[in-house]
Protein backbone atom coordinates (compact mmCIF):
# COMPACT_ATOMS: atom_id res chain seq x y z
CA UNK A 1 0.00 0.00 0.00
CA UNK A 2 3.13 2.23 1.31
CA UNK A 3 4.14 1.43 -2.24
CA UNK A 4 1.44 1.99 -4.56
CA UNK A 5 1.20 5.58 -2.45
CA UNK A 6 4.46 6.77 -3.15
CA UNK A 7 3.75 5.74 -6.83
CA UNK A 8 0.65 8.12 -6.81
CA UNK A 9 2.39 10.99 -4.74
CA UNK A 10 5.21 10.55 -7.68
CA UNK A 11 2.96 11.03 -10.39
CA UNK A 12 0.61 13.32 -9.18
CA UNK A 13 4.02 15.21 -8.68
CA UNK A 14 5.11 14.87 -12.09
CA UNK A 15 1.64 15.79 -12.87
CA UNK A 16 2.26 19.21 -11.73
CA UNK A 17 5.68 19.83 -13.13
CA UNK A 18 4.34 19.16 -16.80
CA UNK A 19 1.74 21.84 -15.94
CA UNK A 20 3.31 24.26 -14.93
CA UNK A 21 6.36 24.10 -17.14
CA UNK A 22 3.61 23.67 -20.06
CA UNK A 23 1.98 27.00 -18.46
CA UNK A 24 5.86 28.37 -18.44
CA UNK A 25 5.90 27.61 -21.98
CA UNK A 26 3.01 29.39 -23.19
CA UNK A 27 3.64 32.40 -21.11
CA UNK A 28 7.41 32.02 -23.41
CA UNK A 29 5.47 31.60 -26.13
CA UNK A 30 3.88 34.77 -25.99
CA UNK A 31 2.25 36.12 -28.48
CA UNK A 32 1.04 32.68 -30.20
CA UNK A 33 -1.97 34.72 -31.59
CA UNK A 34 -4.22 37.83 -32.53
CA UNK A 35 -3.63 40.80 -29.75
CA UNK A 36 -6.65 43.27 -29.04
CA UNK A 37 -5.89 46.83 -28.24
CA UNK A 38 -8.54 48.45 -26.44
CA UNK A 39 -8.90 52.29 -26.83
CA UNK A 40 -11.61 54.29 -24.68
CA UNK A 41 -11.73 56.89 -27.42
CA UNK A 42 -13.16 57.70 -30.33
CA UNK A 43 -10.78 57.27 -33.57
CA UNK A 44 -8.55 59.85 -34.68
CA UNK A 45 -7.75 60.30 -31.58
CA UNK A 46 -3.95 60.72 -30.64
CA UNK A 47 -4.52 57.43 -28.09
CA UNK A 48 -5.95 55.94 -31.22
CA UNK A 49 -3.51 57.36 -33.02
CA UNK A 50 -0.31 55.56 -31.44
CA UNK A 51 -2.46 52.57 -30.27
CA UNK A 52 -2.57 52.15 -33.88
CA UNK A 53 1.02 53.14 -34.74
CA UNK A 54 2.38 50.37 -32.66
CA UNK A 55 0.26 47.95 -33.50
CA UNK A 56 1.54 48.15 -36.86
CA UNK A 57 5.25 47.99 -35.71
CA UNK A 58 4.61 44.98 -32.71
CA UNK A 59 2.66 43.18 -35.53
CA UNK A 60 6.06 43.37 -37.94
CA UNK A 61 8.51 42.67 -34.81
CA UNK A 62 6.32 40.07 -33.55
CA UNK A 63 5.26 38.44 -36.71
CA UNK A 64 1.66 38.32 -34.80
CA UNK A 65 -1.24 40.42 -35.80
CA UNK A 66 -1.90 42.86 -32.82
CA UNK A 67 -5.56 45.03 -33.36
CA UNK A 68 -6.81 48.03 -32.21
CA UNK A 69 -10.31 47.90 -31.16
CA UNK A 70 -12.33 51.22 -30.39
CA UNK A 71 -14.51 51.58 -27.25
CA UNK A 72 -15.29 54.98 -27.03
CA UNK A 73 -17.43 56.31 -24.43
CA UNK A 74 -18.08 57.24 -20.39
CA UNK A 75 -14.55 58.37 -20.03
CA UNK A 76 -12.35 55.41 -21.06
CA UNK A 77 -14.59 53.18 -18.62
CA UNK A 78 -16.02 50.98 -21.14
CA UNK A 79 -12.92 49.91 -22.70
CA UNK A 80 -11.35 49.76 -19.21
CA UNK A 81 -14.05 47.45 -17.81
CA UNK A 82 -13.92 45.24 -20.84
CA UNK A 83 -9.83 44.63 -20.16
CA UNK A 84 -11.17 44.14 -16.58
CA UNK A 85 -12.96 41.30 -17.38
CA UNK A 86 -11.01 39.95 -20.04
CA UNK A 87 -8.37 36.60 -19.61
CA UNK A 88 -5.63 37.71 -17.80
CA UNK A 89 -3.77 35.88 -20.82
CA UNK A 90 -1.82 38.93 -22.68
CA UNK A 91 -3.99 39.04 -25.49
CA UNK A 92 -6.21 41.71 -23.96
CA UNK A 93 -4.17 45.08 -23.57
CA UNK A 94 -5.87 48.57 -22.74
CA UNK A 95 -3.67 51.50 -24.20
CA UNK A 96 -5.31 54.63 -21.96
CA UNK A 97 -5.10 57.72 -21.09
CA UNK A 98 -4.92 59.77 -17.32
CA UNK A 99 -8.89 58.90 -17.65
CA UNK A 100 -7.55 56.16 -15.98
CA UNK A 101 -6.57 57.91 -12.99
CA UNK A 102 -9.34 60.85 -13.21
CA UNK A 103 -12.29 58.78 -13.51
CA UNK A 104 -12.24 57.14 -10.16
CA UNK A 105 -11.95 60.66 -8.85
CA UNK A 106 -15.54 61.72 -8.99
CA UNK A 107 -16.66 58.55 -7.15
CA UNK A 108 -17.15 57.55 -3.40
CA UNK A 109 -17.44 53.77 -5.00
CA UNK A 110 -15.29 53.40 -8.19
CA UNK A 111 -16.38 51.22 -10.78
CA UNK A 112 -12.91 50.45 -11.30
CA UNK A 113 -9.44 50.15 -9.22
CA UNK A 114 -6.72 51.22 -11.92
CA UNK A 115 -4.45 49.79 -8.39
CA UNK A 116 -6.78 46.41 -7.60
CA UNK A 117 -7.88 45.98 -11.64
CA UNK A 118 -5.53 46.24 -13.49
CA UNK A 119 -1.39 45.43 -14.02
CA UNK A 120 1.04 48.21 -15.28
CA UNK A 121 3.17 47.28 -18.64
CA UNK A 122 5.01 50.64 -19.82
CA UNK A 123 4.36 54.05 -19.34
CA UNK A 124 4.53 54.76 -23.79
CA UNK A 125 4.79 58.26 -23.85
CA UNK A 126 3.86 61.81 -22.15
CA UNK A 127 3.42 65.48 -23.80
CA UNK A 128 1.79 68.23 -22.40
CA UNK A 129 -1.77 69.47 -24.08
CA UNK A 130 -2.52 72.24 -26.39
CA UNK A 131 -4.72 75.28 -25.92
CA UNK A 132 -5.92 74.81 -29.16
CA UNK A 133 -8.56 77.48 -30.94
CA UNK A 134 -10.31 77.76 -34.85
CA UNK A 135 -7.58 78.38 -36.97
CA UNK A 136 -10.40 81.64 -38.38
CA UNK A 137 -11.21 82.21 -34.39
CA UNK A 138 -10.05 86.59 -33.28
CA UNK A 139 -8.62 84.88 -30.08
CA UNK A 140 -4.48 85.19 -30.96
CA UNK A 141 -3.55 84.58 -26.72
CA UNK A 142 -5.05 82.70 -23.54
CA UNK A 143 -5.60 86.27 -22.07
CA UNK A 144 -7.96 87.24 -24.74
CA UNK A 145 -9.68 83.95 -24.61
CA UNK A 146 -10.15 84.47 -21.33
CA UNK A 147 -11.12 88.18 -21.03
CA UNK A 148 -13.71 86.74 -23.71
CA UNK A 149 -15.01 84.38 -20.87
CA UNK A 150 -15.44 86.73 -17.88
CA UNK A 151 -16.77 89.71 -20.07
CA UNK A 152 -19.81 87.07 -21.61
CA UNK A 153 -20.24 84.32 -18.57
CA UNK A 154 -21.30 81.12 -19.93
CA UNK A 155 -20.55 82.39 -23.62
CA UNK A 156 -17.32 80.68 -24.09
CA UNK A 157 -17.85 76.53 -25.00
CA UNK A 158 -14.81 74.36 -23.82
CA UNK A 159 -14.69 71.43 -25.93
CA UNK A 160 -13.31 68.09 -24.33
CA UNK A 161 -12.52 64.33 -25.18
CA UNK A 162 -14.91 63.23 -22.65
CA UNK A 163 -16.31 63.44 -19.15
CA UNK A 164 -14.12 62.38 -16.49
CA UNK A 165 -11.02 63.10 -18.23
CA UNK A 166 -8.10 65.66 -17.13
CA UNK A 167 -9.45 68.05 -19.59
CA UNK A 168 -12.76 68.07 -18.33
CA UNK A 169 -10.61 68.83 -15.21
CA UNK A 170 -8.54 71.30 -17.03
CA UNK A 171 -11.62 72.96 -18.23
CA UNK A 172 -13.21 73.26 -14.75
CA UNK A 173 -9.90 74.09 -13.29
CA UNK A 174 -9.70 77.45 -15.38
CA UNK A 175 -13.30 78.74 -14.56
CA UNK A 176 -12.85 78.16 -11.00
CA UNK A 177 -9.73 80.39 -11.35
CA UNK A 178 -11.50 83.16 -13.62
CA UNK A 179 -14.45 83.02 -11.03
CA UNK A 180 -16.94 82.81 -14.39
CA UNK A 181 -18.97 80.28 -15.71
CA UNK A 182 -17.60 77.91 -18.68
CA UNK A 183 -19.91 75.71 -20.96
CA UNK A 184 -18.27 72.52 -20.96
CA UNK A 185 -19.10 69.96 -23.98
CA UNK A 186 -18.19 66.55 -23.68
CA UNK A 187 -17.36 64.48 -26.89
CA UNK A 188 -16.66 61.20 -27.23
CA UNK A 189 -12.63 61.17 -28.15
CA UNK A 190 -10.11 63.76 -29.27
CA UNK A 191 -11.37 63.24 -32.96
CA UNK A 192 -14.84 64.53 -32.36
CA UNK A 193 -13.55 67.53 -30.50
CA UNK A 194 -10.97 68.40 -33.23
CA UNK A 195 -13.73 68.21 -36.13
CA UNK A 196 -15.99 70.36 -33.75
CA UNK A 197 -13.00 73.06 -33.46
CA UNK A 198 -12.57 72.76 -37.44
CA UNK A 199 -16.14 73.62 -37.60
CA UNK A 200 -16.19 76.42 -35.32
CA UNK A 201 -18.79 74.63 -33.04
CA UNK A 202 -16.92 75.53 -30.05
CA UNK A 203 -14.48 78.14 -29.32
CA UNK A 204 -11.21 76.23 -27.02
CA UNK A 205 -10.13 72.72 -26.38
CA UNK A 206 -7.06 71.24 -24.65
CA UNK A 207 -5.67 68.64 -27.65
CA UNK A 208 -2.88 66.12 -27.52
CA UNK A 209 -0.16 67.12 -30.15
CA UNK A 210 -0.18 63.91 -31.93
CA UNK A 211 -3.56 64.51 -33.19
CA UNK A 212 -3.67 68.09 -33.26
CA UNK A 213 0.09 69.13 -34.61
CA UNK A 214 -0.82 68.61 -38.58
CA UNK A 215 -4.00 70.94 -38.23
CA UNK A 216 -1.49 73.49 -36.12
CA UNK A 217 0.80 73.42 -38.83
CA UNK A 218 -1.76 73.94 -41.70
CA UNK A 219 -3.26 76.70 -39.65
CA UNK A 220 -6.61 75.16 -39.61
CA UNK A 221 -6.31 75.07 -36.13
CA UNK A 222 -4.44 77.75 -33.66
CA UNK A 223 -1.86 76.86 -30.40
CA UNK A 224 -2.20 79.47 -27.92
CA UNK A 225 -0.23 77.84 -25.19
CA UNK A 226 0.45 74.49 -23.51
CA UNK A 227 -0.88 72.84 -20.27
CA UNK A 228 2.34 72.08 -18.41
CA UNK A 229 3.95 73.83 -15.55
CA UNK A 230 6.93 74.73 -17.53
CA UNK A 231 6.96 75.26 -21.46
CA UNK A 232 7.23 72.76 -23.80
CA UNK A 233 10.71 71.37 -25.16
CA UNK A 234 9.16 70.62 -28.51
CA UNK A 235 7.17 73.49 -28.37
CA UNK A 236 9.64 76.50 -26.43
CA UNK A 237 7.84 79.46 -28.38
CA UNK A 238 4.52 78.31 -26.62
CA UNK A 239 3.70 80.19 -23.07
CA UNK A 240 2.42 78.10 -20.51
CA UNK A 241 -1.47 78.68 -19.16
CA UNK A 242 -0.15 79.70 -16.06
CA UNK A 243 1.84 82.66 -17.83
CA UNK A 244 -1.13 83.62 -18.94
CA UNK A 245 -3.45 83.89 -15.71
CA UNK A 246 -4.36 80.69 -14.94
CA UNK A 247 -1.66 79.92 -12.18
CA UNK A 248 -1.04 76.46 -10.86
CA UNK A 249 -2.33 74.68 -14.14
CA UNK A 250 -0.65 71.65 -14.71
CA UNK A 251 -2.39 69.15 -16.72
CA UNK A 252 -0.84 66.74 -18.95
CA UNK A 253 -1.10 63.36 -21.04
CA UNK A 254 0.34 60.08 -20.69
CA UNK A 255 -0.32 57.51 -23.17
CA UNK A 256 0.19 54.16 -21.25
CA UNK A 257 -0.40 50.10 -21.88
CA UNK A 258 -1.82 47.75 -18.81
CA UNK A 259 -3.52 44.44 -19.02
CA UNK A 260 -6.05 42.43 -16.33
CA UNK A 261 -4.29 42.10 -12.62
CA UNK A 262 -3.75 38.29 -12.89
CA UNK A 263 -2.08 38.37 -15.96
CA UNK A 264 1.56 36.70 -15.93
CA UNK A 265 4.50 38.37 -15.13
CA UNK A 266 5.91 36.71 -17.88
CA UNK A 267 3.58 37.89 -20.86
CA UNK A 268 4.57 41.45 -18.95
CA UNK A 269 7.89 41.12 -18.75
CA UNK A 270 7.82 40.29 -22.72
CA UNK A 271 5.28 43.00 -23.63
CA UNK A 272 7.44 45.54 -21.95
CA UNK A 273 10.26 44.61 -23.99
CA UNK A 274 8.29 44.60 -27.08
CA UNK A 275 7.52 47.53 -26.43
CA UNK A 276 10.49 49.09 -24.94
CA UNK A 277 12.07 48.28 -28.06
CA UNK A 278 9.74 49.93 -30.31
CA UNK A 279 9.53 53.20 -29.04
CA UNK A 280 13.36 53.05 -28.96
CA UNK A 281 13.99 52.22 -32.20
CA UNK A 282 14.98 55.65 -34.39
CA UNK A 283 12.19 55.69 -36.89
CA UNK A 284 9.09 55.54 -34.26
CA UNK A 285 10.93 58.02 -31.86
CA UNK A 286 11.57 60.82 -34.39
CA UNK A 287 7.99 60.56 -35.50
CA UNK A 288 6.84 60.74 -31.51
CA UNK A 289 8.95 63.84 -31.42
CA UNK A 290 7.80 65.10 -34.79
CA UNK A 291 4.45 64.54 -33.72
CA UNK A 292 4.69 66.58 -30.45
CA UNK A 293 4.84 63.76 -28.32
CA UNK A 294 7.92 62.58 -26.08
CA UNK A 295 8.75 58.98 -26.30
CA UNK A 296 9.38 57.01 -22.86
CA UNK A 297 8.88 53.28 -22.76
CA UNK A 298 9.36 52.63 -18.84
CA UNK A 299 9.26 49.64 -16.48
CA UNK A 300 6.02 48.63 -14.84
CA UNK A 301 7.12 49.82 -11.67
CA UNK A 302 7.81 53.40 -12.96
CA UNK A 303 4.20 53.29 -14.25
CA UNK A 304 2.21 51.70 -11.30
CA UNK A 305 4.67 55.14 -9.44
CA UNK A 306 2.43 57.77 -11.85
CA UNK A 307 -0.49 55.89 -11.12
CA UNK A 308 -0.25 56.13 -7.58
CA UNK A 309 0.55 59.73 -7.59
CA UNK A 310 -1.93 61.09 -9.41
CA UNK A 311 -4.71 59.16 -8.10
CA UNK A 312 -5.03 61.43 -4.91
CA UNK A 313 -4.01 64.50 -6.72
CA UNK A 314 -7.50 64.21 -8.90
CA UNK A 315 -9.29 63.19 -5.76
CA UNK A 316 -8.39 66.24 -4.13
CA UNK A 317 -9.08 68.44 -6.97
CA UNK A 318 -12.90 67.43 -7.75
CA UNK A 319 -13.50 67.18 -4.13
CA UNK A 320 -12.69 70.80 -3.48
CA UNK A 321 -13.88 72.22 -7.29
CA UNK A 322 -17.69 70.09 -6.16
CA UNK A 323 -17.20 68.72 -9.95
CA UNK A 324 -19.61 66.11 -10.78
CA UNK A 325 -20.12 63.64 -13.80
CA UNK A 326 -22.65 64.93 -15.93
Known amino acids: MQRLLAVAVRMALAGVALTTISGAHAQDAWPSKPVKILVGLAPGGGTDIQARLF ?3 LSEDLGRTFLVENRPGAGEVIAIQATIAAAPDGYTVLATTPSLTVG ?4 DKPLFDPVKDLAPVSLVTKAPYLV ?8 KTVKELLAFAKSSPGALNFGTSGA ?5 LGAAWIASVLGTPVTIINYKGTGPVLTALLANEIHVSFANPISALSQVKTGK ?3 LAVTSLERSKVFPDLP ?9 LDVTTW ?3 LVPRATPAAVIGRMNAALVKMIQSRDIADKLIAEGGEPVGSTPELLAQVIATELPRWKKLVKDSGMKLE
Open 104 to 107: PAFY
Open 132 to 139: VVPGSSPY
Open 255 to 257: HAW
Open 55 to 57: SQK
Open 240 to 248: TVAESGVTG
Open 221 to 223: LRA
Open 164 to 168: GTPIQ
